[in-house]
Structure formats: structure tokens, C-alpha cells
């Protein structure tokens, strides 16, 4: 399974931008597909991700501000990101499972993603 990221960009704060993940390969093989992000200097951390049959998942810091959405038809997931803050600024990876999970803990920890994309650099600016 191939992962191509894309859609980041400079933005002024309070502003949006949606990021594309677009799977390629064994895309029926996998499950989750999430979102992580990494600020210079600190750990990646988990943003949101979403199962095979659409449920969805997030950190806190983006409830209301991030969704998470997926078009099978296109093997493409979806972060639209609203109302940016400064502190969302990072690159974000996005990032599939080899297998099923059934557990909130699971989507969220970055272990169990097997597949990872080329991260995409979304500045905010204040």
C-alpha cells in the first residue's frame, strides 16, 4: 500500500485547509487510516483517523475543528482542518493499518499503522 499526502500550506490563523491522503496498492487490505503530526523537535502525535466502515476518532486539541472523512470510491481520506491555530503547525503524516483494530486505543497509537506517507508541512501563521 502506497500513501500520498497532500494539501498543506501556509495559512493565516482562524483559516482552513483540507489535506488529502490518496492509497494506492492492497487498499482492501487495510484498515484504519489516520492522521499523525510532528512539530520540530517533539514526538508524532495522533490527530484523528477513521475505520473501514467510518468511525471516527480525534485528539481533543481538534475536537470541533477537524473532520475526518473518506471517499472509498477514490481510496482518498480527508482531514479538513478549520479555525487553525498556531499550534497546529507541523508536518502531517498520514498513515493506514495493516489489519482491523477494534479498540480507540488502537486507532490512536501510531504502532499499529504499517503504512506511512510522505508527511505534508501546514504552517499557521499568527
Known amino acids: 500500500v502506497q500513501l500520498q499526502a497532500s494539501g498543506g500550506g501556509l495559512v493565516q490563523a482562524g483559516g482552513s485547509l483540507r489535506l488529502s491522503c490518496a492509497a494506492s496498492?492492497?487498499?482492501?487490505?487495510?484498515?484504519?487510516t489516520g492522521w499523525f503530526r510532528q512539530s520540530p523537535g517533539k514526538e508524532r502525535d495522533f490527530v484523528a483517523a477513521?475505520?473501514?466502515?467510518?468511525?471516527?476518532y480525534s485528539v481533543d486539541s481538534v475536537e470541533g475543528r477537524f473532520i475526518i472523512s473518506r471517499n472509498n470510491a477514490e481510496n482518498t481520506v480527508y482531514l479538513q482542518m478549520n479555525s487553525l491555530k498556531p499550534e497546529d503547525t507541523a508536518v502531517y503524516y498520514c498513515?493506514?493499518?495493516?489489519?482491523?483494530?477494534?479498540?480507540?486505543?488502537?486507532?490512536?497509537?501510531?504502532?499499529?499503522?504499517?503504512?506511512w506517507g510522505q508527511g505534508t508541512l501546514v504552517t499557521v501563521s499568527s
Open positions: 498513515a493506514a493499518q495493516a489489519r482491523q483494530y477494534y479498540s480507540g486505543s488502537d486507532y490512536r497509537s501510531s504502532v499499529t499503522y504499517a503504512y
Open positions: 477513521i475505520t473501514w466502515n467510518g468511525v471516527t
Open positions: 496498492g492492497r487498499t482492501s487490505s487495510t484498515g484504519a
